[in-house]
């Protein structure tokens, strides 16, 4: 295993460290009594606003704490690498960052993460503080995982972030904003492809075996299984086996306006991605939809991993004007 | 090779495809009437600016076609994966963005590029375009190379085509631009270390071998050797065979303010360069220096290489100060 590393096991914090180095001016990372970081808007808490806090296992950088700012969270919790934080720091990092409008738990759907955040809104509940909670599920690519009951939280996670945290800035309530969230999920799906497997520092090795001239079609972004492994083929191809099971499932009215976001899974070079939208794009026009917002990079990643996911939000008046609302965060400016 | 391509011929015109679908109000791409693509800002050219264009081989995305927008480029000429642009698009991009104000051409400095650009530079003179070019020499890790005599030019002409792109931007003129130019490239020093190799998508298999416990300290752009081959340590190790020599070689006087920038290849983990950025600052600040800015992300990369490269850029107001300006591109936004 070749990282640039230190001891596998300061890989979050030594990061986290660089990091709030480099955006001292958007926020603080704090540790619990436990020694489990979260990671807070430097101006928290925003008097009025209610306050969203995400997190989950490290290791898809620049999710979460990438995106806490104006505009977006307040907060972002990091467990260890693809591993869900404890309870500790969600309380923490809620309690610090409410400023009595409520908190609103943004929580992908994978086991660990969804029991953790439910026993620090309870916690949270017990101080006082109101917190509702969406669990994002937007990965149509297998109904049950090795992690998860249901379908997993993916890369629709990052549009939400984006889409509730305008509506949190422009002074919407908690219930207003829990709508939202709960009407956004019902409106993206995504479906990700591998093209290598990668490597969790603490393992130290690959965490599945991927033969040179074959793909794993539907993969999680920890790794998990998906659909089915076939041979590699072509970027086309491949988009195909991906944007249409998206779009077959969505459902999205002929005439419809979207987002269309292929977002890279670390390891592939910004140039494949664009190669992928291209197509990806002319296969939504084929639907009779218009791609009216676009989000192409390196969002939400599985460290290393060769591959991407794509993500097809269903638009109206609303989420276009919230997703072109200012934000102003390490990882997402407009 | 397992790539997300389709034809490795098409691999350049599909990219700008995708990029200009998704980045239409930034850009227009064109071909020239030999079918060479070049990259213009879509509201080029713009009343008495200077016009800033660079180039060069692609597969180092987002350079440079990311950087064409408000305060930074007006135009990009992307070659064929790792392969100089030929004069012929180079000129049609510098007629498309003269204002009469001259053109500014920003050369990293490899033979085929440096040639190729001067041939340009010589056309439009003849056609009556007043163009100045600055080459940019800023890696310390070798002094001639496989493709270039001197220095080669790396991730300091991110921070040079921000710098100048905002001195155009606020109406310097052609003279004060490549002055400015100048001063940026006599203070800037960069150093690369690749931990894996990458795959030119026309030639179908790595570039290098490296072996599993080795990295290549001082590596090129394109994978062109470096300094020398030794076993993998850890990160903060390697971090100090890349930073001193730039520290060492740059000599900023102690008390100065610098700006730290660390750049993945494209393939590494976003959270090992923060953890590479975290040591780097350290050392740094050993010199006596003070990181006053920095930048930490994939901003020149060889398509999906793992390594990094460290940047020192010695501040001053002046530099400061347009580092600082809004600038609005696919890839930095301020």
């Known amino acids: 295993m070749k990282k640039l ?32 970081p979260y990671v807070v808007r430097a101006d928290a808490p925003v008097a009025g606003k209610v306050a969203l806090v995400s997190g989950g ?9 990438g995106y806490v700012g104006m505009g977006m969270l307040d907060a972002a919790v990091p467990g260890a690498v693809f591993t869900s934080p404890s309870p500790g720091p969600i309380l ?10 409520g908190v609103l738990h943004i929580v992908k759907n994978y086991t660990g993460d969804v029991q953790n955040f439910e026993i620090a809104a309870e916690d949270a509940a017990d101080e006082g503080i109101e917190v509702k909670a969406i669990v994002v599920d937007d990965d149509v690519a297998v109904q049950d995982s090795l992690w998860t009951t249901g379908r997993r939280g993916v890369a629709g996670t990052v549009l939400l972030e984006k889409i509730v945290g305008a509506a949190a800035q422009a002074g919407k309530n908690l219930d207003e904003c829990l709508a939202l969230a709960e009407k956004v999920n019902g409106q993206v799906r995504s479906m990700g492809v591998a093209l290598t497997a990668c ?16 793909i794993e079609v539907g993969i999680g972004i920890h790794g ?4 089915r492994r076939e041979k590699y083929t ?53 639907y009779g939809l218009s791609v009216a917002r676009s ?34 965060t390490p990882a997402m400016k407009k």
Chains 1, 2 share one sequence.
């Open 57 to 65: 296992g490290s290791g898809h950088e620049p999710l979460h704490a």
């Open 234 to 286: 072509s970027a086309d191809a491949i988009t195909d086996e991906l944007i249409k099971p998206v779009l077959d499932d969505l459902k999205a009215p002929a005439g419809s306006q979207v987002l269309l976001f292929v977002n890279g899974m670390g390891g592939t070079p910004e140039s494949e991605l664009y190669i992928v939208y291209k197509h990806a794009r002319e296969v939504v026009e084929s």
């Open 92 to 101: 923490e990092a809620t309690k610090a960052v409410n400023a009595g409008a």
């Open 295 to 328: 989000l192409v990079g390196n969002y939400i990643t599985s460290l290393e991993m060769q591959g991407c996911s794509v993500t097809v939000l269903l638009l109206d008046d609303e989420l276009t004007g919230y997703w072109d609302a200012p934000v102003d």
């Open 5 to 36: 590393i230190n001891d596998p096991q300061n890989v979050v914090p030594e990061t986290l460290a660089g990091f709030e180095a480099v955006y001292a001016d958007y926020v603080k990372v704090y540790y619990d009594e436990d020694d489990n």
């Open 199 to 214: 490597t969790v520092p603490h393992a130290g090795k690959p965490s599945f075996d991927l033969p040179d001239d074959e």
């Open 224 to 227: 998990e299984p998906g659909r």
